[in-house]
């Protein structure tokens, strides 16, 4: 069991960076890989990042490859986005979400409430 809060979203110019943070709450975060997802207005959700338990492995969308960089700090239960050179096709609603990597299929049981990124001039 796993309870997540996103923080640092919220208005950059383009080209601009931001920070987003994924705070986890319980005892067993370290059995959790840990991904990045985001949502705008009348488009479906997509995945943006993903990092595994020991951070040994992450992967991103080709759309954010290069710009945005996930890490974690599991002293602190948490989880880092660190989005650069923002563009205005970035702006969404970006939600984190924990899978269960004991298990063998992916499923991304426990979700965030969500934090707003707008890109804009």
């Known amino acids: 069991q796993v309870q997540l809060v996103e923080s640092g979203g919220g208005l950059v110019q383009p080209g601009g960076s931001l920070r987003l943070s994924c705070a986890a709450s319980?005892?067993?975060?370290?059995?959790?890989?840990i991904g990045w997802f985001r949502q705008a207005p009348g488009k479906e959700r997509e995945f943006v990042a993903r990092?595994?338990?020991?951070?040994?492995?992450?992967n991103f969308a080709d759309s954010v490859k290069g710009r945005f960089t996930i890490s974690r700090d599991n002293a602190k239960n948490t989880v880092y986005l660190q989005m650069n050179s923002l563009k205005p096709e970035d702006t969404a609603v970006y939600y984190c979400?924990?899978?269960?990597?004991?298990?063998?299929?992916?499923?991304?049981?426990?979700w965030g409430q969500g934090t707003q990124v707008t890109v804009s001039s």
């Open positions: 319980g005892r067993t975060f370290t059995n959790y890989a």
């Open positions: 979400a924990a899978d269960d990597t004991r298990t063998i299929e992916v499923r991304y049981a426990y």
């Open positions: 990092i595994s338990p020991s951070a040994g492995f992450t």
